[in-house]
C-alpha cells in the first residue's frame, strides 16, 4: 500500500506567489518523521524540511513552512515568494521510528513545480 | 563541510555485467542510506548501513547488496545487471536516529 500519496503530479506558480504542495501520509507507527525534498533537473535531492510526529509546532525553514495536520495524516509543504530557482520536482518522504526503520525512507511520487516569470 | 560524494556520476554497462558503486559520507555521519530512482518506479529505498552493519533492507532480489566500511564509506554492488536496472542511484547519509539524510548526486546508471 501507499505509504505517501502526493496528488498533484505537477503545478504552475507565478513568481513571488505562495504555492502550497500536498502530502498525505499512512502509518500505525505512533513516532514518525516528515520530510521534503527538493530534487532540481541536475539530479540532487536537497533537504528542506522536517517535521516529527511529536512536534507541536509547524516547522518553518525560511521561506519553506510545513502545514502539519497530524488527525489528517497530512504534512503539505508551503513556498512563500516562490523564485525562479525553485521551478523542480519536490518529494515529501515518511520515517517510521520503529527499531532499525531510523534510516529508510519511503517517497512519494512528487510534485513537479513550475515557476514562471 | 564536504557533503555526500558519489563516484562515479555516470556509467554505462551491458546486460550481465556487475557494477560497483562508491559512496562517501559526510564526515561524521554513520547511517549510510541507497535508493533507487527509476521513472516508473520512483524512489526505492535498498538498504541502510550502520556502523558496518546493514541494519534494514528493501524489497530487492539478491544481485543487489552492499557494504560499509570503518571509515563509514559506502559501496553498492549489483551483479549480473539486466536493462531494468538503469536508473539513478542515490547515497544519502545522516547522523542516526531524527535527523535528516542528505543525498550524494546520485550515479546513473545506464545497461545497454
Known amino acids: 500500500a501507499q505509504k505517501i500519496t502526493q496528488t498533484q503530479p505537477g503545478m504552475f506558480v507565478q513568481e513571488k506567489e505562495a504555492v502550497t504542495l500536498d502530502c498525505t501520509y499512512d502509518?500505525?507507527?505512533?513516532?514518525?518523521?516528515l520530510f521534503w525534498y527538493k530534487q532540481p533537473s541536475s539530479g540532487e535531492m536537497i533537504f528542506l524540511i522536517y517535521?516529527?510526529?511529536?512536534?507541536?509546532q509547524n516547522a518553518t525553514e525560511g521561506r519553506y513552512s510545513l502545514n502539519f495536520q497530524k488527525a489528517r495524516k497530512s504534512a503539505n509543504l508551503v513556498i512563500s515568494a516562490s523564485q525562479l530557482g525553485d521551478s523542480a520536482m519536490y518529494f515529501c518522504?515518511?520515517?517510521?521510528?520503529?527499531?532499525?526503520?531510523?534510516?529508510?525512507?519511503?517517497f512519494g511520487a512528487g510534485t513537479q513545480v513550475v515557476v514562471t516569470p | 563541510k564536504a557533503g555526500v560524494t558519489q563516484t562515479p556520476r555516470y556509467l554505462i554497462k551491458t546486460r550481465g555485467q556487475q557494477v560497483t558503486l562508491s559512496c562517501s559520507p559526510i564526515?561524521?555521519?554513520?547511517?549510510v542510506s541507497w535508493y533507487q530512482q527509476t521513472p516508473g518506479q520512483g524512489l526505492q529505498f535498498l538498504f541502510e548501513?550502520?556502523?558496518?552493519?546493514?541494519?534494514n533492507k528493501g524489497n530487492f532480489p539478491g544481485r543487489f547488496s552492499g557494504r560499509q566500511f570503518s571509515n563509514s564509506r559506502s559501496e553498492m554492488n549489483v551483479s549480473t545487471l539486466e536493462l531494468g536496472d538503469s536508473a539513478l542511484y542515490l547515497c544519502?547519509?545522516?547522523?542516526?536516529?531524527?535527523?535528516?539524510?542528505?543525498f550524494g548526486d546520485g550515479t546513473r546508471l545506464s545497461i545497454l
Open positions: 564526515s561524521g555521519h554513520r547511517s
Open positions: 502509518t500505525s507507527d505512533p513516532s514518525y518523521g
Open positions: 517535521q516529527g510526529s511529536y512536534d507541536q
Open positions: 548501513y550502520f556502523s558496518e552493519t546493514q541494519r
Open positions: 544519502a547519509s545522516s547522523l542516526g536516529g531524527h535527523q535528516p539524510q542528505h
Open positions: 518522504a515518511m520515517r517510521e521510528d520503529q527499531t532499525d526503520s531510523w534510516g529508510k525512507l519511503q
